[in-house]
């Protein structure tokens, strides 16, 4: 059985302007009606879910005590849309992804708030068979190092058999020609692949045979962590374009990590930055990078590395993220590392400042729009 969630170990500037530009043209209510008229496998599939994640806080048990990893986080993926996230290394991405598969393993847990996924409820509250069902089937997923996690003792597709079995798939033929084909469109020789075991296959092959097994069900939501960490950048923009194509094609709603600002701009829609556990900026995806608000965004983006033109041009953000032992647990998060910070920054959790589907958390932007309501007064 492929990457059974309660085995998994958890383990450029110009690239990004290009690729806004080309996103801005795709429509979503297409790709919501196609999803609506497609006969799927799944009988009870009724076109993309909308996801609404509310205040939700995750911790893990460490010898200090249990620390968040995720802290009060509000968070909507709206029905045929790809949300993004992106943050540094510890920022609570997975931790937050995991949650939207009810997935957390200790010595984490979810601690507070829910998860509403249409059509499935809150999956926070998910137990047992309920929960195994609502993976695989409603929820596709990719693992952080899902490179790492297929079977090496059976054959790929020996493992799509299994998994097709476990959740009760009649027509395993058509899984295996669903399977061929995914393989297919990302370059590879399908019954090959399906014939070989994890050692035969490249780290690049093995993190591509994962999204197969996040969309061969046919699930309504896809969930991929780092999904294209393994792959060189043309391979990579390649399998970008496949997930985008197969996203509009089946109608889905789809959550992307990544650390790349790039990729994110290629695909995604929505984009939501986090740091220190928290949600601080999140909106459209060209909005948010075409003009960010938050000083962490306007950080990340000074620090994505140039191509051509002055090279020395990017900054990249002074100090170090926290880590679970050292995140503030009043006030802003990023504080430390912030050159707007104020007094109130010591003490306060940010506002969360909304403009339209845009919100930010930070106390400068919020000071700064409620003199600009003044002036305008
Ligand atoms: N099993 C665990 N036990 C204790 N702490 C954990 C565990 N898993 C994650 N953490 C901590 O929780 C915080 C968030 O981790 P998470 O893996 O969600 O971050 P991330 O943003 O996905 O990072 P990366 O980009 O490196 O994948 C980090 O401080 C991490 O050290
Ligand atoms: S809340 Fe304060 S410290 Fe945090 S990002 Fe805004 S200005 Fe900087
Ligand atoms: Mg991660």
Same mark, same amino acid.
């Given at each position: 059985m492929f990457v059974p969630a309660e085995? #998994?170990?958890?383990?450029? +500037? !110009?690239? =990004?302007?290009? &690729?806004? $530009?080309?996103?801005?043209?795709?429509?979503?209510? %297409?790709?919501?009606?196609?999803?609506?008229?497609?006969?799927?496998?799944?009988?009870?599939?009724?076109?993309?879910?909308?996801?609404?994640?509310?205040?939700?806080?995750?911790?893990?048990?460490?010898?200090?005590?249990?620390?968040?990893?995720?802290?009060?986080?509000?968070?909507?993926?709206?029905?045929?849309?790809?949300?993004?996230?992106?943050?540094?290394?510890?920022?609570?991405?997975?931790?937050?992804?995991?949650?939207?598969?009810?997935?957390?393993?200790?010595?984490?847990?979810?601690?507070?708030?829910?998860?509403?996924?249409?059509?499935?409820?809150? #999956?926070?509250?998910?137990? +047992? !068979?309920? =929960?195994?069902? &609502?993976? $695989?089937?409603?929820?596709?997923?990719?693992?952080? %190092?899902a490179q790492n996690s297929l079977n090496p003792l059976k054959t790929v597709g020996k493992q799509l058999l299994d998994l097709g079995r476990s959740h009760e798939i009649r027509d395993l033929r058509g899984l295996v020609r669903d399977a061929k084909d995914l393989l297919g469109r990302?370059?590879?020789?399908?019954?090959?692949?399906?014939?070989?075991?994890?050692?035969?296959?490249?780290?690049?092959?093995?993190?591509?045979?994962?999204?197969?097994?996040?969309?061969?069900?046919?699930?309504?939501?896809?969930?991929?962590?780092?999904?294209?960490?393994?792959?060189?950048?043309?391979?990579?923009?390649?399998?970008?374009?496949?997930v985008r194509e197969v996203h509009e094609e089946r109608g889905l709603t789809t959550f992307i990590i990544t650390h790349d600002l790039g990729v994110v701009a290629e695909v995604a829609d929505r984009l939501a930055i986090m740091y220190g556990g928290r949600v601080v900026e999140q909106g459209p995806t060209t909005e948010v990078l075409g003009a960010p608000r938050h000083p962490y965004t306007q950080g990340l983006i000074r620090a994505i590395p140039r191509l051509v033109g002055d090279l020395g041009e990017a900054r990249a953000l002074p100090g170090r993220p926290p880590t679970l032992g050292t995140v503030p647990s009043r006030g802003c998060v990023f504080r430390e590392r912030c050159d707007l910070r104020m007094d109130v920054c010591e003490t306060e959790e940010p506002p969360t400042v909304p403009y339209g589907e845009w919100i930010v958390a930070c106390h400068a932007v919020a000071a700064r729009d409620a003199e600009t309501r003044e002036e305008k007064a």
């Amino acid at each position: 059985m492929f990457v059974p969630a309660e085995k #998994v170990s958890m383990t450029l +500037g !110009e690239r =990004l302007s290009a &690729a806004v $530009g080309v996103r801005s043209d795709r429509s979503v209510e %297409a790709a919501r009606n196609r999803g609506a008229a497609e006969g799927t496998r799944d009988a009870d599939r009724s076109g993309p879910p909308g996801v609404r994640v509310r205040d939700l806080s995750v911790v893990y048990r460490t010898a200090a005590g249990e620390l968040p990893a995720v802290s009060g986080i509000d968070l909507d993926l709206p029905p045929g849309t790809i949300t993004g996230v992106v943050g540094e290394s510890g920022s609570g991405k997975s931790t937050l992804a995991l949650s939207l598969l009810n997935a957390v393993q200790p010595p984490g847990r979810i601690r507070s708030g829910s998860v509403e996924i249409d059509g499935l409820g809150d #999956v926070t509250r998910l137990r +047992g !068979e309920d =929960l195994r069902r &609502a993976r $695989g089937r409603h929820i596709g997923y990719v693992f952080q %190092a899902a490179q790492n996690s297929l079977n090496p003792l059976k054959t790929v597709g020996k493992q799509l058999l299994d998994l097709g079995r476990s959740h009760e798939i009649r027509d395993l033929r058509g899984l295996v020609r669903d399977a061929k084909d995914l393989l297919g469109r990302m370059g590879m020789d399908g019954a090959r692949v399906l014939d070989s075991h994890q050692h035969e296959l490249s780290g690049g092959m093995r993190q591509r045979v994962g999204i197969m097994f996040a969309l061969v069900l046919n699930a309504h939501l896809v969930v991929l962590d780092e999904p294209t960490t393994a792959l060189d950048m043309i391979t990579q923009a390649t399998i970008l374009r496949i997930v985008r194509e197969v996203h509009e094609e089946r109608g889905l709603t789809t959550f992307i990590i990544t650390h790349d600002l790039g990729v994110v701009a290629e695909v995604a829609d929505r984009l939501a930055i986090m740091y220190g556990g928290r949600v601080v900026e999140q909106g459209p995806t060209t909005e948010v990078l075409g003009a960010p608000r938050h000083p962490y965004t306007q950080g990340l983006i000074r620090a994505i590395p140039r191509l051509v033109g002055d090279l020395g041009e990017a900054r990249a953000l002074p100090g170090r993220p926290p880590t679970l032992g050292t995140v503030p647990s009043r006030g802003c998060v990023f504080r430390e590392r912030c050159d707007l910070r104020m007094d109130v920054c010591e003490t306060e959790e940010p506002p969360t400042v909304p403009y339209g589907e845009w919100i930010v958390a930070c106390h400068a932007v919020a000071a700064r729009d409620a003199e600009t309501r003044e002036e305008k007064a």
